[in-house]
């Protein structure tokens, strides 16, 4: 689960955005990417989930030798056991100066609390947040109805809310442009669940897959995983021709396919009768970038 932290350590990219395996993009969603580099957005941006202010599926970095290096000392050092709700990763909420003019609290799309109590708090989702905010100090919140831009300057323990975005201001938001796009017959599943009914980019552009939703669940999406690949038809020995995908699902199926063909990346899949869940495994070998 702390893997995805060594991302940081990919300095031959200006930006990387990550999906988890349980993640996929359903639209472009690169305006993120271009958003953060312009410095409309902080260098790490992430998105709110229901009961979490970041959740781990889904975010933006700007890969840095110094910050793999923190972020590395901060997982080694840590030890779970040492783990409270009041001191966290090594932030005490509300212990903050003046003149910040924000509250020390973390915010999810449903909750706000002042301790690290939230869901995945001691685990990727915790760091997620803590690492950019207090020990970087820049952070891009995204919630479903505003952004924020963090910056917290550790020495004099000052946090400020330094741009807010109204994303239910057409007007206001940087993702205006991105509202009404034509996008897929399909929403994921969860959006109006995460987001309280306001399903809104970039929560509308990407499907997180959850629980029993997960698409290598296959005795939940046996009968999706048959119609898909029987829609599929072989163009050649090596080529694999898709018609437009009908649900997230498909087109989570669709791109594990795909990414067979592409030289040096190995994909090996089977659907065991007797068990529960697909069995999957990728691998990527001799990629240069």
Not at 20 to 43: K, R, V
Not at 122 to 134: I, M, R, T, V, W
Request: charged share 20%.
């Amino acid at each position: 689960m702390m893997n995805k932290f060594v991302l940081w350590n990919l300095t031959q990219y200006e930006r990387i955005m990550y999906f988890d395996g349980d993640a996929i993009p359903i639209f472009n969603i690169d305006y993120l990417l271009q958003l953060s580099n312009e410095g409309i957005f902080h260098p790490t941006v992430i998105l709110a989930g229901p009961n979490e202010p970041g959740q781990g599926g889904l975010f933006v970095l700007k890969p840095s030798s110094v910050a793999f290096r923190q972020v590395r000392d901060l997982i080694q050092d840590w030890n779970l056991w040492q783990f409270n709700s009041t001191f966290g990763w090594g932030h005490v909420f509300g212990d903050i100066s003046p003149p910040s003019n924000t509250k020390d609290t973390w915010e999810s799309n449903r909750d706000k609390a002042e301790s690290w109590s939230f869901y995945g708090a001691s685990a990727d989702q915790g760091l997620l947040y803590h690492f950019p905010k207090y020990v970087q100090g820049k952070l891009t919140q995204i919630l479903a109805r505003k952004i924020v831009n963090y910056d917290y300057d550790p020495r004099i323990r000052v946090l400020n809310a330094t741009k807010t975005w109204n994303v239910g201001s057409i007007s206001e938001s940087p993702l205006t442009s991105h509202m009404n796009k034509t996008r897929y017959q399909f929403l994921p599943k969860n959006c109006k669940r995460w987001t309280r009914n306001h399903c809104v980019p970039p929560y509308s552009d990407h499907a997180h897959f959850t629980m029993m939703d997960k698409p290598w669940k296959y005795d939940h999406n046996l009968e999706e995983l048959d119609v898909m690949m029987r829609r599929t038809r072989l163009t050649n020995s090596n080529i694999v021709a898709f018609l437009p995908p009908k649900t997230a699902v498909e087109l989570w199926w669709q791109t594990l396919f795909e990414l067979r063909q592409y030289e040096g990346i190995n994909v090996s899949y089977y659907i065991p009768t007797a068990q529960k869940y697909a069995a999957i495994n990728v691998t990527f070998v001799g990629i240069n970038s």
